[in-house]
């Protein structure tokens, strides 16, 4: 039997809505294709945006998008994405599949596309190839509402109001990628960069994000720019085995499942050892943890460019969802932001494309489940669960670059919140491969007189939506919990993720 206390009355902390963010990054078919198609494209769109895909995304309130990358950012100028899209210049993507761009999406694509789905952009600004600058022009671009020269330009290409933006990233990934620079010279540069990183439009600010890595690099950057920045990138990839091996996202046995679900567990830890050196700098805990990257990466699906990192999407993903959600959710207090690896067609994906077709994930009816949550109030859970360990003893990639040792994982994972209207909701997730779970759930400063609530899950491991049978995976009504003296009891079939709703 697993318990969980429910501690209704302790809620002050709010679960930023921005940790459902999302990633769009010039790679493989997440742009080109999954995204943006083209204003002449037979496909039905909107200002050359697929339709399909932007209704889709819409239902999950996406708080924010991040773009252009990733490691494209770290080569991408700005001013090739902007003007009369017949004279944009091609460039090759030097880091994902060595193709040819037309940069017809850019910057007023990208913000129009925001505006689409109602959400604030988050732009990663190229530090690792570009100059200060260029990242200030940007900006002066995007923000600046007076006359200069950046803005009329803006104005010249057809926009002449500014846009609203909040957040920044003052480079991506500069320990690698970004220009495999040391801790204190990314410091050094990242206090230069961010002095001339200004929204131009007065009384708004930008929440700028400094390039975070592991224990070691991190309290360089703390120590040495803490005052300077609001947020810390920190990147953490569930990854079975090593870089070069590692797996396949459908064909997979129990040793692969149990294994991932430690690999995802330990983004505690990560979240914990970047918290607690935060705390020796910030301990107001004014700047946040940005988990800007994160979610499943395995091998690419057999006959696909490899350099494009096309994965399928089984129920497995949607329990490393759900399981990481409730970690951000229960680390509110410093995760602010978070943004999944990405949004369509790449790694772990919300939305599937090929050709017109077109398919949900179970990740993201994850996401849908869960938004609930959005700038809800965290209510404590305290949870006492039984193991579930894994057959081998590894080393898992906690973070790029970084490692950490396994542990036996909790079966349960949970987390709680109170919204606007005051109705809680509790989401669950069994992580076992096999085995129901029987969950009883104390309710401590609360008198539930109603529950009610929805369960993802599949009849196999590696069950998937395909374009020939896209609803296979897809929520439905739980009717597996009940109201008990002090709170309710409900069993968890096997591989679920559950929502409950209490009134």
Not at 42 to 55: E, H, K, L, Y
Not at 96 to 103: A, I, K, Q, R
Not at 331 to 339: E, K, S
């Amino acid at each position: 039997m697993h318990r969980i206390v429910l501690n209704a009355d302790l809620g002050q902390q709010k679960i930023s809505r921005h940790i459902y963010g999302h990633f769009a990054e010039h790679l493989g078919r997440c742009v080109y294709e999954g995204l943006w198609v083209g204003e002449d494209s037979p496909m039905p769109n909107t200002r050359g945006f697929r339709n399909d895909v932007v209704d889709a995304l819409r239902k999950l309130n996406i708080p924010n998008l991040r773009w252009p990358g990733g490691c494209f950012a770290d080569t991408y100028n700005w001013k090739d994405g902007i003007g009369p899209r017949e004279k944009r210049p091609g460039v090759v993507n030097f880091h994902w599949g060595g193709t040819v761009e037309n940069n017809h999406m850019g910057t007023h694509e990208f913000l129009d596309l925001c505006e689409m789905l109602g959400c604030e952009p988050y732009i990663a600004g190229n530090m690792g190839s570009g100059t200060v600058r260029e990242m200030a022009e940007w900006l002066e671009y995007i923000t600046m509402p007076a006359h200069s020269p950046m803005a009329d330009l803006r104005r010249k290409n057809g926009r002449e109001e500014p846009w609203a933006i909040q957040f920044w990233g003052v480079g991506n990934e500069n320990w690698g990628c970004g220009g495999n620079m040391r801790a204190e010279y990314y410091a050094d540069l990242f206090r230069q960069y961010q002095s001339y990183c200004r929204h131009f439009t007065p009384g708004q600010k930008l929440y700028k994000v400094a390039c975070g890595l592991t224990n070691d690099w991190n309290d360089v950057l703390m120590r040495e720019a803490a005052r300077f920045m609001h947020g810390l990138s920190i990147h953490y990839y569930t990854v079975n085995g090593p870089w070069d091996k590692k797996g396949s996202a459908t064909d997979f046995n129990v040793d692969d499942w149990q294994l991932t679900m430690q690999k995802a567990a330990n983004i505690e830890d990560f979240i914990k050892q970047t918290a607690a050196i935060m705390d020796r700098y910030d301990p107001a805990k004014r700047v946040g943890i940005v988990m800007d990257e994160w979610g499943t990466w395995f091998e690419v699906e057999p006959g696909t460019n490899p350099g494009f990192l096309y994965q399928q999407n089984t129920i497995r993903d949607a329990l490393v969802a759900g399981l990481s959600l409730n970690v951000f959710h229960n680390h509110a207090d410093r995760v602010q932001v978070a943004n999944i690896a990405q949004t369509v067609n790449v790694l772990q994906a919300m939305v599937l494309t090929d050709g017109d077709k077109i398919l949900l994930t179970p990740t993201y009816h994850v996401f849908e489940m869960f938004k609930v949550h959005q700038d809800a109030t965290l209510l404590p859970t305290a949870v006492q669960a039984e193991e579930y360990v894994a057959a081998r003893g590894m080393i898992g990639t906690a973070g790029a670059g970084g490692t950490t040792t396994l542990s036996a994982t909790p079966q349960i994972s949970a987390s709680a919140s109170r919204d606007a209207n005051g109705v809680v909701h509790l989401s669950l997730c069994n992580l076992h491969h096999a085995d129901a779970a029987d969950v009883t759930c104390d309710l401590r400063g609360m008198t539930a007189t109603g529950v009610t609530g929805r369960v993802l899950t599949a009849p196999a491991m590696n069950t998937m939506n395909t374009f020939e049978q896209p609803n296979t995976v897809e929520p439905m009504a739980f009717g597996g919990a009940t109201l008990t003296a002090s709170g309710l009891s409900a069993t968890l079939p096997a591989r679920s993720v559950v929502v409950l709703k209490l009134t």
